[in-house]
Each structure stands twice: as C-alpha cells, then as structure tokens.
DNA sequence: TTACTAAATTACAATAATTATAAATTAGTA
DNA sequence: TACTAATTTATAATTATTGTAATTTAGTAA
C-alpha cells in the first residue's frame, strides 16, 4: 500500500491513485468504494466513481488490499491484506478486524482433497461499544 | 426442510413452495434462486422468481436453509442448516460443503469482547476433478 | 521544454441481482 | 360454498458494479 508499490506494478502515479492510497493507509474502517468516493469527491471534484472502482481493482488483484464481503448488499476494502477474519456488528453494521490467534486458518492446504489456496473467515454478532450500549439502555 | 416445518411456520402449502422444498431437499449443488427457478419453470410455468426469493427468503429467516455467499455476483442456496463450511473451485466455479474437523469453528463464543453469534467459513481453491483433469492435460 | 503515446480518467450508459408494488389468485377455514 | 388473509404474479424500481468511448494526462525521449 506503498507509492512505491504502485510503480513496481508499473502504474502510473495519478492524483486519484495517490488520493485513494494515502485515505486507505492505515484505515481500520474497511470502507466501500462509494464511502471512498464521497469522501474523496471534496478534495477531487472530477473524480470519478468508476476510477475508484477500478483502482480499488487493481490494487486488490495486486494483493495489496483484500475485499471484504461481510455484508450482503456491497463490497469493502481492507488496506490490510495479511489473512485475518472480520465481524460484522448486526447493532451498528460496522466491520471489524478479528485477528485470533484461536480462530486462525492458514492456507494454502489440502482437505479431502480439496486444494485449498485462500479463505475468509466471518463473525456476525454485537460488537463491545454494542453491548455496552444495551446494558445502559437497562439490558 | 420438510412439509411439517412450513405448517409449524403458520405457512400455507402452496404447491409453489413445495416444489421449491422437494428441489431442495437434499440437494448438494447450492442453487441459486434463479437455478431454481429455471429448474421449476418448465413444470409450473406459471412461477414467478419473485415467489422463489420470497420463500427462500422465509426459509432462510426460519433458520431452514442458508444462504453462501461465495460468490461475488449471486446468492447461493444449501438446505443443509447445520453450520459448516463451503468451498469454491476456482476452475470449475461448483460449490462444495467442505466439513472438516480440523477447520471447524463453533459459535457462539466471545472474543476480546467480541460477541460471535455466527460465523461463515468460505475457501477457494481448485476441486478434486479439476486438479485430476489439469494433470490429465499433462500438468 | 516540447511533443508524443499509451495509460488513465471521466461521464454516462448498460447490466444484473434483488426488492417493491399492486392487482389477481388461492389455501385453509368456517 | 363462501370468505379472507396470505400468496403469487407480472412488472417496475432499485442499486452496486461494469462497460464504453471520448478526453485528459503521466511518463518518457527528443
């Protein structure tokens, strides 16, 4: 998620690319091309949903930044790219990084003959600020 | 997944949604709504895809059946309630159960605060008869 | 600096899965 | 047999994403 690494995939260093690279560093809220492009829009009024679109491509076919496809409805983006599952609160819809040690797969590996190469791996329940939340609301 | 199980729902036997249990029960090939409705169509050309949604959708909610979201563009459908996971051939696009032991994750359980109450478990890769055609077609 | 060219961006149209709507039909019951 | 709420149906609407073709631009080399 480097500039540099967006010339060693031989692509050209455009204002959006730089843009979309430098909102994604470090971004722990796995935003969805749209929630890129309105908050990019301000600062970049002639950008274009489609440029989004198509770097958030590049950049995921590169192993740069993984998909996520928690929700049903659209995709977001996580800059960080090392496998690690993701939860879904069903109070606040956010995503989180879940990264235990406990619930941990490596691939590739081979089950039934199943050659596993990738998987994801996806919670769904109440995040803490959630249940926090509920417990002043008196339970 | 059975006649019993819509009664106890307060649903009315419609010869549609039985046509759509009978599909499904025991079916390993996790349809999608339009497969299923292609599969149908010719036997109740009346269907309509809006009635398969709707009653894959009450299904679904009743804990019936579950929905595999494997794959970026559709729903796919698997009778088999019980959790467990799915594999997605890269070559071949199928869908298969994979129920390993040894990749099992049980909820709900809590995580750093975390509250999991569901989890989904997808991984990609190249199925059995596709690694046997590529070597038939000398490696 | 300037000119060149392939790559990138843009606006917009197109696609496709799914959902909403409203009228017509029907399963289950009295 | 008639009734009514539930269901089905055809169709329109929605929405994320992708395709397209014209315009612009980053990077390079004269």
Redesign the pocket.
């Known amino acids: 998620m480097t500039i540099q690494k967006l ?1 060693e995939l ?8 730089l843009a979309i690279l430098n909102l994604l560093e470090g971004n722990m809220n796995h935003p ?3 929630e890129i492009y309105n908050q990019l829009k301000p600062q ?1 009024p ?6 989004v ?3 958030l ?1 590049i950049l995921a076919g590169a192993g740069e930044l993984q998909e996520v496809r928690i929700k ?4 977001h983006f996580d800059p960080n790219s090392a496998p690690h599952g993701h939860f879904l609160c069903r109070s606040c819809e956010s995503i989180y990084d879940l990264d235990s040690g406990a619930y941990e797969i490596k691939a590739p590996f081979n089950v039934n003959g199943y050659q596993v190469e990738e998987c994801t791996l996806y919670f769904y329940g109440i995040c803490p600020k959630c249940q926090a939340a509920a417990k002043n609301n008196g339970n």
Chains 1, 2 share one sequence.
């Open positions: 010339k031989g692509l050209k260093l455009t204002p959006q690319r969805s091309a749209e970049y002639s950008l274009s949903l489609a440029t679109y198509n770097t491509e049903s409805d659209k995709r």
